[in-house]
Every structure is written in structure tokens, then in C-alpha cells.
């Protein structure tokens, strides 16, 4: 089946410095990627739709001056944490959709611990 | 707003048990609804998914059914099963374009 990496897989980094974290699609190209964020006990809330060659569309409440996405190539897209503090500690999830078959695959997550 | 809930939060079963788990959502225009399942600090693996014409699917031992008018979806697992112990997700696409709203899940552990 269709896998999407994720990378890194956790990540624990100082307050005021920025985090980046990659989703691929590794055998199927992606022209809309999801950023997602779960806190503990708490379910996904999505952050942001990421479109190949094109702005992201953020959801309500979510800083994109904060939270840069990248859409670059129709396998890879980025999500940038910017100046963390630990309120943005949280597991994150990348999933991407198909380009042929419009079907939907998450990543493995990223654990972002800021100290 | 699309809100989406899933009953109950937290469910313990012996090995071999029939089980169900419950999802609503307040919104009844969805394109489909999808079963997903967490595993501890992983991502998500999709189980099913229903569209809005449909009222049930079935994948092996799982089976999944839909009332769309009711907002409602349950998942129904039949002979549970240790490696069945997992989060069990649900999420609908309101507007299309696999944007996903999620349930707040269902913690399952199937004890030997």
C-alpha cells in the first residue's frame, strides 16, 4: 500500500528555536497534503491543507507566521514550528491524498517536546 | 461547525468478545465517514470508509454501518483480539476534499 514518512519521528528542542518537519510521499504523488495536531487524550485538529506550488490554507486560530508549510514538489511537503514554546509541544500528523485514486494516508506523527 | 464524538471514550473487553463502538456527528451533510485506528504515538491506519450512499462496509472481522439522517456511524468488532487494543478513530468529510473532522476516539484494550 501507499506509504507517507514522516521525519523526524520525535524531537526535543529548546524554547525560541524552530522545528521542521518533512512529510513524503514515497510512491505516489500528492497534490494536497494535511497537517494535523493531537495534544494528549485530545483528538486530531487539522492545522492547516497544504496545496503543491501554491499558499497554505490555515484553519482558524492557527498563526501561519508561526506554523510555515511548504509545498514544494508533489512528494514533499513541510511544516516549520517557528520560535517554539513549549504550548506547541504537541504530536503532530502529516497524512497525504493520492493525485490518481484521491485516497487518504497519514504519517507515523512527530512528537515535538519544547523545554 | 461539524462536532464529532465517539462513545465510549475508553472500553476494556475479555479476549474473544463482541464489541461496538459509537460515533456521532451533528452535521449529516458528509461526503463519508472513516474508521481509523491509532496505535501509541503512531499515525493512523484507515479501517473504512463509508460513503454518504452507503450504509455499511465491512473489512474481515469489522464491520461498519451508517445513518447519515440520525448522524451516526458504529463500528462493530467481532472475536476481539489482544492485537485489536488501540485508539479507534472516527472522522468525517463535511465539505469535501478529504478535510477531516475527528471524533475524540475510543481507547480499546482486549485483555488475554
Known amino acids: 500500500g501507499a506509504v507517507v514518512s514522516q521525519h523526524p519521528s520525535w524531537v526535543i528542542c529548546k524554547s525560541g528555536t524552530s522545528v521542521k518537519i518533512e512529510c513524503r510521499s514515497l510512491?505516489?504523488?500528492?497534490?494536497?497534503m494535511f497537517w494535523y495536531r493531537q495534544f494528549p487524550k485530545q483528538s486530531l485538529m487539522l492545522m492547516a491543507t497544504?496545496?503543491?506550488?501554491?499558499?497554505?490554507?490555515?484553519e482558524q486560530g492557527v498563526e501561519k507566521d508561526k506554523f510555515l508549510i511548504n509545498h514544494a514538489s508533489l512528494t514533499l511537503s513541510t511544516l516549520t514550528v517557528t520560535s517554539a514554546h513549549p504550548e506547541d509541544s504537541s504530536f503532530y500528523i502529516c497524512?497525504?491524498?493520492?493525485?490518481?485514486?484521491?485516497?487518504?494516508?497519514f504519517g507515523s506523527g512527530t512528537q515535538l517536546s519544547v523545554l | 461547525k461539524q462536532e464529532v464524538t465517539q462513545i465510549p471514550a475508553a472500553l476494556s473487553v475479555p479476549e474473544g468478545e463482541n464489541l461496538v463502538l459509537n460515533c456521532s456527528f451533528t452535521?449529516?451533510?458528509?461526503?463519508?465517514l472513516q474508521w481509523f485506528r491509532q496505535d501509541p504515538g503512531k499515525g493512523l491506519t484507515s479501517l473504512l470508509l463509508?460513503?454518504?450512499?452507503?450504509r455499511e462496509q465491512t473489512s474481515g472481522r469489522l464491520n461498519a454501518s451508517l445513518d447519515k439522517s440520525s448522524g451516526r456511524s458504529t463500528l462493530y468488532i467481532a472475536a476481539s483480539q489482544p492485537g485489536d487494543s488501540a485508539t479507534y478513530l472516527c472522522?468525517?468529510?463535511?465539505?469535501?476534499?478529504?478535510?477531516?473532522?475527528f471524533g475524540t476516539g475510543t481507547q480499546l484494550k482486549v485483555e488475554l
Open positions: 497524512s497525504a491524498r493520492d493525485f490518481d485514486d484521491e485516497k487518504l494516508f
Open positions: 510512491d505516489f504523488q500528492a497534490t494536497t
Open positions: 497544504s496545496n503543491e506550488g501554491s499558499k497554505a490554507t490555515y
Open positions: 452535521d449529516s451533510a458528509i461526503y463519508n
Open positions: 463509508i460513503q454518504s450512499s452507503q
Open positions: 472522522a468525517v468529510d463535511t465539505g469535501g476534499g478529504n478535510k477531516l473532522t
